[in-house]
Nanobody
Framework: QVQLEESGGGLVQPGGSLRLSCAASTTRFAVNAMGWYRQAPGQVREFVAGVSSGGRSKFADSVKGRVVISRDNAKNMAFLQMNSLKPEDTAVYYC?????????????WGQGTQVTVSS
């Protein structure tokens, strides 16, 4: 069983930055994969970025070049640094995790954190 808790969301102006954090609490060993999806109102949930415990990463084309994903394996945490934010980045961002190796498919999910990009 894995519990995920996101933090760091909020309101930011276009062109601004936010850093999302995700902390994983496990009853077993540490998770392998962690990443982020997002869901805007009336839209399907979409992949944003993912990273393995070994540091391999994958990004959606819509955010490539604007976001950095990183891990702190010792703390079982993942971070999503988002820069040059656009209004279309507005969504609820969900952290996902998996015990198996993957860069974009997760078995466990957090409750989500709201990111709003608006002037």
């Amino acid at each position: 069983q894995v519990q995920l808790e996101e933090s760091g969301g909020g309101l930011v102006q276009p062109g601004g930055s936010l850093r999302l954090s995700c902390a994983a609490s496990t009853t077993r060993f540490a998770v392998n994969a962690m990443g982020w999806y997002r869901q805007a109102p009336g839209q399907v949930r979409e992949f944003v970025a993912g990273v393995s415990s070994g540091g391999r990463s994958k990004f959606a084309d819509s955010v490539k070049g604007r976001v950095v994903i990183s891990r702190d394996n010792a703390k079982n945490m993942a971070f999503l640094q988002m820069n040059s934010l656009k209004p279309e980045d507005t969504a609820v961002y969900y952290c996902g995790a998996s015990y198996v190796y993957t860069l974009d498919e997760y078995d466990y999910w957090g409750q989500g954190t709201q990111v709003t990009v608006s002037s």
